[in-house]
């Protein structure tokens, strides 16, 4: 039985979620930033990952990347530090598979068990509780935590060993950038051809290729001053730079990937880098003659 759960890092994503398993479970909440973990409904904020974590059952963490997860683990306040023996930790940020079995074999130094589980989905989905996650670990580990994980999430995938759920998200991940990509060259194409922009998106949407990733990023490329930094470029460099070393070190040859993350290279160069993702567009437009 859960008793006590802790939720660090406290981003875009990790608001929703920590919010709903708060909902589920007595929670401990921390982050760099102490107004985001106050302010989160039913939970308990505390001052450092080390307080946060003590105690907790099930420990799960959501930040950015490889680097800040090691900086909230590190030092005698770090989450380590306050980890108990038989406590699960739950990375769901997006790190690659060598950063999450790295992180596995210092969470078993301590005595504690290590899930990577990022998720897929977006912000609305994670406040409905409707995002997925696919989970690397040992399955009777998964069974432990399933149960917060389920709290934040519609399904939990058990892809393998440690590393294979960061493994898959970045091959996911990898997907949606050169989605995102196609999608800027579609609207690109078709404006230049003298197509209005909503009325290309419009066939876009309705045709054979409208997903569900073109149906959600519809705002956010029709109206690109306006809409919300759901994913900013930045933050999909980091993963489709992961993705190659990934695909580097396998010899799986990613020439679609490559050419997404030029496009994403040539946007954070043209100032776009913290906007949302859907800015390749634009980036994609000033560059024509």
């Not at 003298?194 to 705002?219: C, D, F, M, Q, T």
């Not at 290279?265 to 859907?278: F, I, M, Q, V």
Request: glycine share 10%; aromatic share 4%; hydrophobic share 50%.
């Amino acid at each position: 039985m859960i008793e006590r759960c802790a939720f660090l890092g406290l981003g875009t994503m990790g608001t929703p979620m920590a919010t709903r398993l708060a909902a589920a479970f007595p929670t401990v909440v921390w982050n760099r930033t102490s107004q985001k973990a106050e302010a989160i409904p039913g939970a308990r904020a505390a001052p450092t990952p080390a307080a946060a974590v003590a105690d907790a059952q099930v420990v799960v963490t959501m930040v950015a990347d490889g680097a800040a997860l090691n900086a909230l683990l590190d030092g005698p306040e770090g989450a380590l530090a306050g980890l108990a023996p038989g406590a699960v930790l739950v990375d769901m940020s997006t790190i690659g598979p060598a950063a999450a079995r790295a992180v596995a074999a210092r969470c078993e130094a301590v005595g504690a068990a290590f899930l990577d589980a990022p998720v897929s989905g977006s912000v609305a989905l994670a406040r409905e509780g409707t995002i997925v996650t696919m989970v690397g670990g040992t399955a009777t580990v998964l069974e432990r935590a399933r149960p917060v994980l389920a709290a934040m999430t519609r399904e939990q995938l058990h892809l393998g060993a440690q590393g294979a759920g960061a493994a898959m998200k970045l091959a996911l991940n990898l997907a949606l950038a050169v989605t995102n990509q196609a999608i800027a060259e579609t609207l690109a194409l078709a404006e230049g051809s003298g197509i209005e922009r909503r009325a290309a998106y419009e066939v876009l949407a309705a045709g054979v290729l409208g997903s569900p990733y073109v149906h959600y990023k519809r705002e956010a490329f029709e109206r690109p001053e306006e809409a919300p930094v759901a994913f900013s470029v930045d933050l999909m460099r980091k993963d489709v730079a992961l993705a190659r070393a990934v695909g580097e070190e396998l010899g799986v040859e990613l020439a679609v990937g490559d050419a997404a993350a030029g496009a994403l290279d040539r946007a954070a160069r043209e100032g776009y880098g913290e906007r949302d993702l859907s800015s390749v567009l634009s980036a994609l437009l000033a560059s024509r003659p």
